[in-house]
């Protein structure tokens, strides 16, 4: 038998199957799992994981990497919270298929839909790709911190097969559809895992025109389902307002029957319509009694913007003062913000316009983020409660919190799964058999964002620190984050920890876990900011038996490579 590559020595195993931990040793070789047991040989290289969990890596299923893919090795912030695996291409955004001439239309579309500043893409993307095979080929040639796996993008494929009609959400003809279907069918053989669409009026491009798969009939997504059928293989992921939910499932209903395929869709919970999400649960447990497989993907936190004054949102963005200062650069702007005068007359001055500016202003559902960041904060702790208490404005409060820091505070605003002031209806949402814990959304929303830590709050919040409700087992949260969503899309050759199994490992000192507050990192092409967050208590990030972190730094190996197609156990 060879000297294994790396042995885990002395660890808890919490293997992702669900099942109780157990203390034992773990041995790779060749990047697999070769031996689970006691007193296994010595490795050529070992890590002592006394009183550490040993777990699978985690399978990150709704993320935004496809420009980021293409400039850097590293898969941050999700490859820094255990992700071991991300599924790229989601809301039916991307940048292949793309002509010459439509590469400015998909990254005003990724810039609109996504918030990544068009100067990044610009400065960024090689653009050396055309077909959807093309990009593959070029993610091949690179190296990462983990493996990327992709999507066939919807909005891309219907630009690039109908132009500006399928830009202007014009009906599909019956060659349109046709290509459609094929150029599935080929970015399937290619090693999509999938294909993705969007159907919300939140998607819009920075132009402000709305998605172009916003209204795609059901002819379209159907002769695409049947592509799907044929391959034998990928899933389809849907995001939709649900505005008329029962005609809406009824379709997600009809195209997983027709695709004989997994289907995913988004599901949050709005203040305007707190228990509609319970409705549109019900449906796809009644959908799965029924055989088809259906599955919806939430997050295990709210949805939420961060505001502050490096951000790309803030609650004074609307008042004149600020609106003058805006393009400054950060120092700059500094100067202003610390100068008693100003900050009096931004007190007293009326947001202009309408959107973001004055929901930004929502003091009842604000609240200072802190460090460690509460994501479930108490409604006597909001900007509107604390400003009650001492007298203030809610304007004085919140800027001073943002203030702190140099003007680098931030502030938390839930925009969904937060209704009821707390966590109790997402506690429902992850328990379903039928849910996948996902949209991160890592690589997007960079200025006013940083979900893709949702994994690491799943283990923190849920199984540990929780306050306001009943808690998971620790073996059931790792199950979620790894084999449940390795087996959603396909890739059974991970997400648990056993002989054969793809070496993709994190050893975690539960005790010490602990999300640090978000921050702005200027890393991206052309000197672009991004929200960035990392987790203490990460010992080890192991992907194919190489070790890719080791107490949150980079070790520089970079195994991770482009997945093609589904694999099996």
């Not at 919490?14 to 296994?40: C, F, H, K, M, Q």
């Not at 900007?383 to 931030?410: F, I, Q």
């Not at 929200?531 to 990460?538: A, S």
Request: neutral net charge; hydrophobic residues 40%.
């Amino acid at each position: 038998m060879p000297t294994p590559s790396l042995v885990v020595r002395h660890g808890t195993i919490v293997d992702g199957s669900g099942g109780e931990p157990y203390e034992a040793d773990l041995a790779v070789t060749d990047g697999r799992i070769t031996a689970i047991g006691r007193n296994l040989p010595k490795g050529a290289e070992e890590i002592d994981a006394r009183g550490r969990l040993v777990t699978p890596g985690f399978v990150d299923v709704h993320t935004h990497y496809d420009a980021q893919v293409t400039w850097s090795e590293r898969l941050s912030p999700s490859s820094w919270n255990g992700a071991t695996t991300v599924l790229l291409g989601n809301c039916g955004v991307g940048f292949a298929p793309c002509h010459a001439e439509q590469r400015d239309l998909l990254v005003n579309l990724m810039e609109g839909v996504e918030d990544i500043p068009e100067v990044v893409m610009t400065a960024g993307l090689p653009w050396n790709w055309h077909s959807f095979p093309d990009y593959l080929d070029s993610l091949a040639a690179r190296r990462y911190d983990a493996d990327v796996a992709t999507q066939v993008p919807h909005a891309a494929l219907r630009v690039y097969v109908m132009g500006e009609r399928g830009a202007n959400r014009e009906p599909a003809t019956a060659d349109d559809r046709r290509r459609m279907a094929e150029l599935t069918a080929e970015g399937l053989r290619a090693g999509a895992l999938g294909f993705a669409t969007s159907r919300t009026l939140n998607h819009r491009a920075a132009d402000g025109r709305s998605i172009p798969t916003l209204r795609a009939e059901e002819a379209e997504l159907t002769e695409i389902a049947h592509a799907l059928r044929a391959a034998g293989t990928g899933w389809l992921q849907v995001v939709s307002d649900f505005e008329d939910q029962a005609a809406e499932i009824g379709l997600f209903r009809r195209l997983a029957r027709e695709s004989t395929r997994p289907l995913t869709l988004t599901l949050t919970q709005s203040d305007a319509r707190p228990e509609a999400w319970r409705t549109l649960m019900a449906e796809i447990d009644e959908a799965n009694a029924e055989g088809l497989r259906i599955t919806a993907q939430v997050r295990s936190r709210p949805t939420s913007v961060l505001l502050g004054f490096e951000l790309s949102q803030n609650p004074f963005m609307g008042r004149p003062a600020y609106k003058a200062i805006a393009h400054l650069p950060m120092a700059e702007r500094l100067v202003y913000l610390r100068d008693p005068a100003f900050r009096k007359k931004l007190m007293v001055e009326v947001a202009e316009g309408r959107g973001h500016a004055r929901r930004v202003e929502r003091w009842e559902r604000m609240f200072p983020l802190g460090d460690p960041p509460d994501y479930e904060p108490a409604p006597e702790s909001s900007v509107a409660a604390r400003a009650a208490r001492e007298g203030r404005r809610p304007e004085e409060v919140a800027y001073d919190a943002l203030m702190v820091r140099d003007g680098r505070g931030l502030l938390y605003l839930p925009v969904t799964n937060f209704a009821a002031g707390n966590l109790d209806a997402v506690r429902d949402m992850i328990a379903s058999p039928n849910s996948l814990i996902g949209l991160g959304d890592g690589g997007a929303h960079v200025g006013i964002m940083c979900d893709a830590t949702a994994t690491s709050y799943t283990l923190t919040h849920w199984t540990r620190d929780r306050r306001r409700g009943a808690l998971f087992p620790v073996s059931w949260a790792i199950k979620r984050l790894a084999a449940d969503n390795a087996q959603a899309v396909g890739l059974n050759d991970r997400g648990l920890l056993g002989v054969g199994k793809k070496a993709d490992i994190n050893v975690l000192d539960y005790d010490r876990l602990r999300l640090r507050s978000p921050e702005v990192v200027y890393d991206l092409p052309a000197g672009g900011k991004r929200l960035v967050q990392r987790t203490d208590g990460f010992d080890a990030t192991i992907v194919s038996g190489a070790v890719v972190y080791r107490d949150g730094q980079a070790t520089g190996a970079l195994p991770g490579r482009l997945i093609r197609g589904s694999r099996r156990a």
